[in-house]
Nanobody
Framework: QVQLVESGGGLVQAGGSLRLSCAAS????????MGWFRQAPGKERDFVARIGESGARTNYADSVAGRFTISRDNVKNLMYLQMNTLKPEDTAVYYC?????????????????WGPGTQVTVSS
């Protein structure tokens, strides 16, 4: 089973940028579709972006499309989320996760192996 750890969060002003990383253990990383999710206090965990096994396929939530870019390095077992033009409403804990094989879609219930998360705070 893949184990995941996120890093790269922090405090940034509106309009700024951050790059999140997700480090994965295990050789199976390259066989999984991976996703980024976020959860603000009192809200449900929301889909942010996902990337296919090879990195060729990507999907984004409407709220981040054009500002965020997901990518992966299957040699280094890393996934990234480049976040530009950040807004206060992007403030949340960001999580990476593995899409459960045979599942599809962007609902968080289709994912497992969640990392502990990294806090992103965007000040206005």
């Amino acid at each position: 089973q893949v184990q995941l750890v996120e890093s790269g969060g922090g405090l940034v002003q509106a309009g700024g940028s951050l790059r999140l990383s997700c480090a994965a253990s295990g050789r199976a990383f390259r066989t999984y579709t991976m996703g980024w999710f976020r959860q603000a206090p009192g809200k449900e965990r929301d889909f942010v972006a996902r990337i296919g096994e090879s990195g060729a396929r990507t999907n984004y939530a409407d709220s981040v499309a054009g500002r965020f870019t997901i990518s992966r390095d299957n040699v280094k077992n890393l996934m990234y989320l480049q976040m530009n033009t950040l807004k206060p409403e992007d403030t949340a804990v960001y999580y990476c996760a593995v899409q459960i094989p045979s599942y599809s879609g962007t609902n968080w219930r289709a994912y497992n192996s969640w990392g502990p998360g990294t806090q992103v705070t965007v000040s206005s």
